[in-house]
């Protein structure tokens, strides 16, 4: 991406910034689905009120790929959005490239330093300057399930790994789906990541996709995640392919399925349904991971567009996002946590709680894991490679262990080339 991403500096700089509207700021965003959508229109409709427009530039798919795809082709005209949705590696990629504008006056304004853990502030900055506001905490490693289907089968949601394939067996033989999966190369590597967490543990985790040790990428227990993973198979159903992660959800929502293990924006689609949490359905830490927490922040960076300052609807937006009726609002609705220290949680449900209350945990045991398949951890090319990897792995019984640890390793160095 770096090679890409510095042609597009190059040619973007030498084309004209197209004429701008200053009471307008185009967003460019992949939130699509109903609690997405839903979370979208309250940040449209402040800005609204404080009379600025925010035209909407949202591109659906690929967990936020296509997006990124019309980022770059934007970028390379040299006609960028006012505001994008980017996380991880890539806010830095961009901001070492001269790309995104200065958010700092608008931080030491909101005191973000003071308001933003540490954790999360050094991804929102290049060379300690804010370049990135953020949403919200996620929780990648939930288990979601159905409490209906689950008293009809007289199970329990399992603890740990050993539980999950006993429960399983048994919700299968009741006829119901077990494990809700949509075959997207994203939803198998989120699933591949919290079955690594729990056989790893958070040390051998970390060095295989941090601090990308080769020998932690093909060691045992790497050896082992993969056998668990393509375990799991047999407890999905045969219309997964190319289904996408929030009608997977709805299988669960619905009683077709039991289970699904996706981060806490799943929440939200529960909840647009109407469902109750600890009642309707039921929010656990994926089996072996209850010490630990893998994180996704959303974020949005906002582009120069020609200027070396903001404008003032996309201060405004930055702003906007970090008030505390925003941040309340906004994750009551997607199904994360606020990212501002001081807000409080009382009218969230149990599970924002819990969730809450796992991040300050595993904060204090050094047990926070950036998410690996959700652009944390590793840069977008190596995510893309290990994507590929994963999936076909996955679906095909006859790829070999060996090969597949030996690509895994390649992938997720890929960014380092």
């Known amino acids: ?15 004209p910034a197209l004429a701008h509207d200053h009471n307008d700021v185009e967003v460019l965003h992949w939130w699509t689905s109903g609690g997405e959508a839903r979370s979208v229109d309250t940040l449209k409709e402040l800005m609204k009120h404080e009379g600025h427009v925010w ?7 690929r967990a936020g790929e296509s997006a990124i795809n019309t980022l770059r082709i934007r970028a390379l005209s040299g006609n960028p959005p006012d505001a994008a949705q980017i ?12 790309f995104l504008a200065s958010l700092d006056d608008v931080a030491k304004q909101q005191r973000w330093n003071e308001l933003v853990p540490r954790r999360v502030s050094d991804y929102l900055k290049v060379d300690d300057h804010y370049v990135a506001v953020p949403f919200n905490i996620h929780r990648v490693n939930w288990l979601w399930a159905n409490a209906d289907v689950l008293n009809k089968v007289g199970v329990q949601p399992p603890q740990t790994l050993d539980d999950f394939f006993a429960v399983a067996e048994n919700i299968k033989a009741a006829g119901y789906i077990p494990l809700a999966l949509g075959n997207e190369p994203w939803q198998e590597t989120t699933l591949f990541e919290l079955i690594a967490l729990s056989v790893m543990g958070t040390e051998v985790f970390h060095q295989a996709f941090i601090e990308q040790d080769s020998d932690a990428l093909t060691s045992e227990k790497m050896r082992e995640t993969l056998k668990v993973f393509r375990r799991m198979k047999q407890y999905t159903d045969a ?23 996706m981060g806490d924006w799943a929440k939200g689609e529960f909840l647009a349904a109407g469902k109750e949490a600890g009642k309707d359905f039921l929010c656990i830490p994926a089996p072996g991971t209850a010490n630990q927490f893998s994180f996704n922040i959303d974020s949005f ?14 201060k405004m937006l930055a702003k906007l996002i970090l008030e505390p009726d925003f941040q309340r609002e906004f994750n009551l609705s997607k199904g994360s946590i606020p990212v501002r220290v001081d807000i409080d949680m009382e009218g969230f449900d149990a599970c924002a709680k819990d969730s809450m209350q796992a991040f300050l945990r595993a904060a204090a045991t050094d047990n926070l894991v950036a998410s690996l398949s959700h652009n944390m951890a590793i840069g977008r090319a190596s995510q893309i490679a290990l994507f590929d990897v994963i999936s076909r792995f996955f679906n095909d019984d006859n790829v070999d262990i060996d090969e597949t640890m030996r690509h895994i390793r390649a992938a997720v160095l890929a960014d380092k080339l």
């Open 301 to 314: 960076v906002f582009f120069k567009n020609g200027a070396s300052q903001t404008t003032e609807s996309q």
């Open 87 to 98: 996380k991880g590696p890539e806010i830095q990629e961009w901001g070492k490239l001269g």
């Open 239 to 261: 219309d997964a392919p190319g289904r996408n992660w929030s009608d997977t959800t709805s299988l669960v929502i619905n009683g077709k399925a039991a289970m699904q293990m």
């Open 1 to 15: 991406m770096k090679r890409i991403l510095s042609l597009f500096l190059a040619l973007s700089l030498s084309l």
């Open 55 to 61: 035209k909407d530039f949202a591109v659906a798919g």
